[in-house]
């Protein structure tokens, strides 16, 4: 059996102070897993241009009540 680390971060309108953690969390080698609970579009438009920034070494989920305020 193996184990495989990560960092999950979860975030709810907190987009901005988000972008100066990132940076130093990434030092540690790790996938980093950010969580949107259902933050308004302005946190959602910073997460996906940190998603963009990192490439594959940051995930992004949205709850799929996010989900549904994005389509609408």
Do not use: N, W
Request: aromatic share 2%; net charge positive; with cysteine.
């Amino acid at each position: 059996m193996s184990t495989k680390a990560c960092i999950v971060i979860p975030i709810f309108d907190h987009g901005e102070p988000l972008a100066t953690t990132l940076g130093p969390l990434l030092t540690h080698g790790l996938p980093i897993i950010l969580v949107d609970d259902g933050s308004g579009a302005d946190t959602r438009r910073r997460l996906d241009k940190l998603c963009l920034q990192y490439g594959p070494r940051v995930s992004l989920l949205r709850s799929k009540k996010t989900a549904a305020k994005v389509r609408r």
